[in-house]
Nanobody, 119 residues
Framework: QVQLVESGGGLAQPGGSLRLSCRASRMIFTFDKLGWYRQAPGKQRELVANVGGFGDTHYTDSVKGRFTISTENAKNTVYLQMNSLKPEDTAVYYC?????????????WGQGTQVTVSS
């Protein structure tokens, strides 16, 4: 069983910054992809950003230039640096990991962390 544990959510003012962390219970190289999704009240869960095994990154258009996804292999951790936050970034953010088939496969989710952007 793979565990993903998020931290770093909270309250930020518009224009402010937050950094989310997600620590995996296994080494990052065993994942095909690691990423962040978010779900705002009354809306579907959407992909925010992810990073592939070769370091290739993808961002949804609304966060490009403001958010940065990165990994720290030594800590089995994926980060989401969020700058220039907007009220519409308010959501529960979920860490997501897709384990490579060679290492057992499967898609895993963290428990979610609330991000609220408000003045």
């Amino acid at each position: 069983q793979v565990q993903l544990v998020e931290s770093g959510g909270g309250l930020a003012q518009p224009g402010g910054s937050l950094r989310l962390s997600c620590r995996a219970s296994r080494m990052i190289f065993t994942f095909d992809k690691l990423g962040w999704y978010r779900q705002a009240p009354g809306k579907q869960r959407e992909l925010v950003a992810n990073v592939g095994g070769f370091g290739d990154t993808h961002y949804t258009d609304s966060v490009k230039g403001r958010f940065t996804i990165s990994t720290e292999n030594a800590k089995n951790t994926v980060y989401l640096q969020m700058n220039s936050l907007k009220p519409e970034d308010t959501a529960v953010y979920y860490c997501n990991g897709e384990v490579a088939v060679a290492y057992g496969g499967g898609v895993y989710w963290g428990q979610g962390t609330q991000v609220t952007v408000s003045s």
